[in-house]
């Protein structure tokens, strides 16, 4: 049965940075926080390490990068949906930038994935391209202009979020909006070097920094979020700044 996300949600997402034992002592973590904080988080991972997560993990909803949309039979080379949901895949990606799709590519996918009950979670890089693929009604959309995906080119302005949730949700109010882009790779390596401390087996992420020399911890949130700044108050967390803006 294809699984319910509750928001506010984490979205790991490896690429190929991290693979074999490492990736597995990552989401590992992932699971312990999970766990901790009664919070849901997406574990988006190579499809060769998905049976071996999913394994030794209880509470991460995990999706393959990509897949195709043949069925069992021929075919060399190619992502078989069923494999993947075999392997314990409960969800697949779909038109990220480094795998960018067609519209008629991801209808196809899109229809596969829902003879299967699995979740879509859909990228889309501009304004017009959310729209599109919101009328082939996917779970997720993550509207992210690919510049500033996992660089160090900003974040998407305040004016962006609120036209790409406008126009997607007006589509489909019932699809889900992920504003993620723009972080600093220093900051992701900071972050799953943190995720590693708790796989390893240490209290968590703060007694890692402390041990470190870490001066703090810290993490932006939108000010239109609220769920997500209630979670990250119950970790902890107090506001240090308020950041402003002057869209032109």
């Known amino acids: 049965m294809k699984p319910t996300i509750r928001v506010p949600y984490f979205e790991v997402g490896t690429k190929n940075y991290v693979y074999g034992d490492t990736l597995l002592e990552y989401a590992i973590a992932a699971d312990k926080a ?14 060769i390490e998905i049976r071996r997560v999913r394994e030794n993990t209880k509470h991460l909803i995990v999706l393959a990068p990509y897949m ?3 069925r069992p039979g021929r075919g060399m080379a190619d992502i078989l949906p069923e494999g993947l949901k075999a392997a314990g895949a409960q969800g697949v990606v779909i038109n ?10 991801m209808k196809a996918t899109i229809d596969r994935a829902r003879e299967l ?5 859909a990228c889309a890089d501009t304004l017009a391209e959310a729209k599109a693929i919101a009328q082939l009604h996917p779970d997720i959309i993550n509207p992210e202009p690919s510049e500033i995906i996992g660089g160090g080119n900003g974040v998407s302005p305040m004016a962006y979020v609120k036209d790409s949730i406008r126009v ?6 019932d699809i889900m909006v992920e504003q993620a882009a723009g972080r600093l790779s220093v900051v992701v390596v900071d972050y799953l070097q ?6 390893l087996g240490r209290e968590d992420a703060v007694e890692y920094a402390r041990e470190n ?6 993490l932006n949130v939108w000010a239109c979020n609220p769920s997500a700044m ?3 108050e119950k970790c902890g967390l107090t506001v240090q700044k308020v950041g402003m803006e002057l869209v032109l």
């Open 213 to 218: 020399g870490y001066y703090n911890l810290t």
């Open 68 to 70: 195709d949309t043949l």
């Open 117 to 121: 009950d699995m979740l879509v979670f």
């Open 230 to 232: 209630r979670f990250y």
């Open 194 to 199: 943190l995720l590693h401390a708790r796989a």
């Open 168 to 173: 997607i949700k007006e589509i489909y109010p």
């Open 96 to 105: 990220h930038c480094e795998k960018p799709m067609s519209l008629p590519q």
């Open 34 to 47: 999970a766990e901790k904080y009664d919070i849901d988080v997406l574990f988006i991972c190579s499809p």
